[in-house]
Every structure is written in C-alpha cells, then in structure tokens.
Nanobody
Framework: QVQLVESGGGLVQAGGSLRLSCAAS????????MGWFRQAPGKEREFVTA????????DYADSVKGRFTISRDKDKNTVYLQMNSLKPEDTAVYYC?????????????????WGQGTQVTVSS
C-alpha cells in the first residue's frame, strides 16, 4: 500500500514563502513521477509541478514557473515544494500525488496515489 503524507501548509502573507513536504512510503518509487496539484474553492484541481523520481526531469505550470521549485530527498523518500513570492491566488489545498511513468503527468486522473492535502492560505 502506497502512502503519501503532506505537511508544511499554513498562512503566509503575500510575497512570503512556504515549503511543503510529501513523505512517501510503501514501495519503491524509482519508476514513478511525483506531482503537486492544488485545488481552490469552487475550482478544479490543477497541475502545479512534477518531476520523475530521479529528479532529472521537471515540469512546471506557467503560473508558478520561477517561483516554485520541486525537489526530493531520495534517502528520505520525500518530495518538497518550495514556494516563494506567494500570491493570494496561490491559496488552495495542495496535494502530492504519484503515478507510474512520466507521460500525461499534468492530468490528475492519471495519478494512482494521493496525499490527504495541506491548506495554503496567502493573505494580501
């Protein structure tokens, strides 16, 4: 059984930073893509970023490019999302997710495993 557990959300002022963590357990993730998605109230879940488990390939949504960075610690089986220059429109529940393979990584329905989500609120 795969488990993904997020942490690190909270309340921050616009322009501030947060780092989210996603601890993965249950199996070997060497063939998985790890992604971050977010969902704001009344909106669909949207892709934020993803990388393959080795961290060699990354992909970012245009809305976060240059501000957010995905990284991982292989020894800890943990993926991080560093969020800088936060804006009120970044307010959402953030989810990490895992899927086999790199293709179709921007589509949430392609991900097999999901964390419980962590709330990020950016005040203006």
């Amino acid at each position: 059984q795969v488990q993904l557990v997020e942490s690190g959300g909270g309340l921050v002022q616009a322009g501030g930073s947060l780092r989210l963590s996603c601890a993965a357990s249950g199996r070997t993730f060497s063939t998985y893509a790890m992604g971050w998605f977010r969902q704001a109230p009344g909106k669909e879940r949207e892709f934020v970023t993803a990388h393959n488990w080795s961290g060699e390939i990354t992909d970012y949504a245009d809305s976060v490019k240059g501000r957010f960075t995905i990284s991982r610690d292989k020894d800890k089986n943990t993926v991080y999302l560093q969020m800088n220059s936060l804006k009120p429109e970044d307010t959402a529940v953030y989810y990490c997710a895992a899927k086999v393979g790199w293709s179709l990584r921007r589509y949430s329905h392609r991900y097999e495993y999901w964390g419980q989500g962590t709330q990020v609120t950016v005040s203006s």
